[in-house]
């Protein structure tokens, strides 16, 4: 039941990016050659935010501790929208028929197309991080109630 309900929801990621990629292109922010380099596009973009964004994220966040501080943690979407697009431009550079005619505007377009299809779905991309976090203190928890002797 676990695979394929993440099988669904790892294709929903996909159909999201592809329209937000069709949706950005259909503005004139980005170009492609044909629905063909669209479904590449989107598996691309999917694979790489699978695998390669929660690294550059990770990475974006420890670089910009200072922004972070300074702006009381509102620069965390300053840093998700840099990563979405390094990832974007990543992508450009792999497909050879992507274009991007206005990178800021095609990276924000995709991303918020994204975000409220997952949401509107039910699609929580931080229901991992929440899992771990809910372990580690039911943990200390028990550890806490342990009663030595």
Do not use: C
């Not at 694979?47 to 550059?56: D, G, I, K």
Request: net charge neutral.
């Amino acid at each position: 039941m676990e695979v394929s309900r993440r099988l669904g929801v790892l294709v929903l990621e996909w159909a999201s990016l592809a329209l937000g990629v069709f949706l950005a292109g259909h503005f004139h922010f980005l170009t492609y050659a044909d629905p063909v380099t669209l479904a590449v596009v989107a598996v691309v973009l999917g694979l790489f935010n699978s695998f390669l964004r929660p690294f550059l994220l990770a990475i974006f966040m420890i670089v910009s501790i200072p922004i972070l501080i300074i702006t009381l943690g509102l620069g965390a979407y300053l840093v998700l929208f840099a990563t979405n697009g390094a990832i974007l431009a990543l992508t450009a550079s792999l497909v050879k028929d992507l274009h991007l005619n206005n990178w800021v505007m095609a990276t924000l377009t995709i991303s918020i197309t994204s975000w409220m299809i997952s949401s509107a779905v039910g699609i929580d991309q931080l229901k991992p991080l929440r899992r771990a976090n809910e372990a580690k203190a039911n943990a200390q928890k028990a550890k806490e109630d342990a009663i030595d002797i």
